[in-house]
């Protein structure tokens, strides 16, 4: 079946212009997770959302950053007024549930290079 | 604020040698572990995953993880590894009743010759 659908894959993008990233979870699963990984930071959570309950944003590393869900299933993540350390693979994951026990699947990741 | 150490960056084995890969992690509630792997060009994949009961646990292609519980460690091991798991390895934890989110150590790049 699909898996965890994200877009573009690349982008690239000069300082300062806002970028959107897509992603598109597994059909069914109720909760979506966003990650970024970085050669200096690793793998570092963002957010994720839970069907209709406030998200979690405590991973945001500024309030340039914000993420949206429509609808229960596609999520937007957006950055503003970009800068050359958000440079990063963005990547989303989705599970069933937000229980601790459901393992989480991830899409191939944007990556996102700032000029 | 909890946190994942894997102390092997890179490790390179050659065909058939056995693999133990460290992870450890800092809190003293009730955890969950994941082994995540990403294959060259690949998305991370889910390798193992430990909630509860018996210790010793088996994920895909042959590779098995024991959580030691005192030692705050989920160590990754397969007993002969093939070219073909030349990956990087990722050690995760989520907090029970902390909503899932991972906290992923830095990764060990595995290379296997033949």
């Known amino acids: 079946g699909a898996g965890v659908s994200q877009s573009p894959s690349n982008k690239v993008t000069e300082k300062g212009k806002d970028v959107e990233l897509r992603c598109d979870p597994i059909?069914?699963?109720?909760?979506l997770y966003w990650y970024r990984q970085s050669l200096g930071q690793g793998l570092e959570f963002l957010i994720y959302?839970?069907?209709?309950?406030?998200?979690?944003k405590s991973g945001l590393p500024s309030d340039r950053f914000s993420a949206e869900r429509t609808g229960g299933s596609v999520s937007t993540l957006t950055i503003q007024r970009t800068q050359q350390e958000d440079s990063a693979v963005y990547l989303c994951?989705?599970?069933?549930?937000?229980?601790?026990?459901?393992?989480?699947?991830f899409g191939d990741g944007t990556r996102l290079s700032i000029l | 604020a909890q946190s994942v150490s894997q102390h092997n960056h890179h490790v390179i084995l050659s065909e058939a040698a056995s693999l133990e890969l460290g992870c450890n992690y800092s809190?003293?509630?009730?955890?969950?572990l994941f082994w995540y792997v990403q294959y060259p060009g690949q998305h991370l994949q889910l390798l193992l995953k430990?909630?509860?009961?018996?210790?010793l646990v088996k994920g895909i292609k042959g590779f098995e993880a024991e959580f030691i519980k005192s030692k705050f460690s989920f160590n990754l091991r397969k007993p002969s590894v093939q070219w073909s798991d030349t990956a990087e390895y990722f050690c995760?934890?989520?907090?029970?009743?902390?909503?899932?989110?991972?906290?992923f150590g830095t990764g060990t790049q595995l290379k296997v010759e033949l």
């Open positions: 959302f839970q069907g209709n309950s406030a998200p979690d």
């Open positions: 430990y909630f509860s009961g018996d210790p």
């Open positions: 994951a989705s599970s069933l549930a937000l229980g601790g026990n459901q393992p989480q699947h």
């Open positions: 059909s069914g699963h109720t909760a």
């Open positions: 809190y003293g509630g009730t955890v969950n």
């Open positions: 995760a934890v989520s907090l029970t009743g902390g909503g899932n989110k991972l906290t």
